[in-house]
């Protein structure tokens, strides 16, 4: 198979391109058994394609009993049936390259699900070679400083198995085993997983509860100097023989916890960004920004040839653990009125019913987050401000089926309406009816084309977006965020209000800055420079991105640094 992206595959790719995550039985069911499919990701690619997308998250697609959305591996080697063949995955790949596209899997090596045969065989014997491949306990006590994750489903990280008779550890679900990474037989064991799919042609990773690997007894058994180690050997195996492809890090841990695992530049090439996505929600519902500028200036520039993944949703609840337990509270003040909407501490539900439908507010955290020094991640369905189902168990209520029209099924599958993966979003401001792919395709000022406008302006300049270089500026009695992304052909200013009323802001510019601004968006935003100062009017939840053509003598004067 000639492989159109290798000339493309320079290092840098993911600097510049916007990311979409897919649980893939989701997204769309190509053979009308109601589950969403690898063919039915290739059968959508020209959609992402028109939307901007560069690159795409498939979650887990291996055999799996589906009691944690997959993250339950039973074979690593595998695709789950339902899902596809390798045969598939190759196509999508493909498919997706000759359109520009990258690939990323998902990569879980820190626990396995029990029905995987590792465990199987581990449990019941304690000479098996695998029995050292988890971790056993006769009192299931130690690691007790090891916090819960689950703490809504799951009352200890230990569980009894009346097979093994012995305690096994999990640091998510009881049916989710944890590797005893102590064995080198499975750390050999989970580098060639990595090595198989990269074989098949991924892009790279997003990697899986990266923290979690090692265990050390009086230790919160979380991010220890073996942990980085392993990701350093995963990534030295990466440029050795998959030169060019990514690792990106699920650490959801704070902003020094979570730098080191860009390893000056010898770990992850990405990390996602924890602390800053609930800020963003707080300081909307706030309408105030200063907490954003506040995280945007204590998160310091990743390393190198490295970028920041930022995103405002995911697959999972949105997780107030970054956050004191005042700003927690708040949170779920703003957001977490449904009865059901709040799991683990956080809030299972999706951007738009969030923000109450409010398209100004969905906007302009999409610009935000498309604005940020770093890469960012859409979650599917948020770019048509589809809805959730709060009443479904554990998460499944913000992964239901994407919303393609407003036929049967919301166009997701043929199969009947009871057949599919999970129930379709019944609320009529945030269901089919009112937001699908093919309602709000070519209509102006539906959000779909409004994504799609801020996707392609930004796309257009990727030199300044993807930079690292960044700088918050002050915005004296205005409730807007600024910064700056230096480039080398133009700066980008981005200017975001947060608040509910019309914002007068007045930002100092930079020295660099040449007198004739342009208003990149083409929202008729009157632009005035007067000494050094740009002023402008922001409508309720407006914002603007505002080119400067350098000035020829001092194109470099902002800074790396961003306080
Ligand atoms: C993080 C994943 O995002 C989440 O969905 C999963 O439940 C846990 N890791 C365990 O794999
Ligand atoms: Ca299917």
Redesign the pocket.
Known sequence: MTDPIQPLRNGNWFRSAVFYEIPVRSFFDSNGDGIGDLPGVTAKLDYLADLGVGAVWLLPYYPSPWR??G??VADHYAIHPQLGTIGDLDRLVEEAHRRGIRVLGDY?M??VSTDHPWFQEARRDRSSPFRSWFLWSDTGTEFSRARVI?RDSEGSNWSWDPVAGQYFFHR??AT?ADLNYDTPAVRAEMLNVARFWLGHGLDGYRC??VPYLVKREGTRCQSLPEVHRYFRELRALLDREFPGTVLVA?ANQSIPETVPYFGDGREFQMVMHFPLMPNLFLALGEEDPRRVRHVLRATLPAPGATSWAYFLR???EVTGEQLSDDEREMLLWFYGRHPRAVLNGGLRRRLAPMLDGDDRRIEMMTALLLGLPGAPFLYYGDEIGMGDRPDLPD?DGVRTPMQWSDGPTAGFSTAPDDRLVRPLVTEPRFGPAARSVEGETGRPGSLLERCRTLLRVRNARAEAFSSPLFEALETPGAPVLAFVRPGASEHVLCLYNFASTVADVQVRVPAWSAPNPTDLLDRGIALHVVDGALGCRLDPFGFAWVGFPPVPTDPGAATRDPG
């Open positions: 944690d959305e993250y339950d879980v820190n626990h689950f998510f679900t989710q899986d509860a699920e995911n697959h999972d998460r």
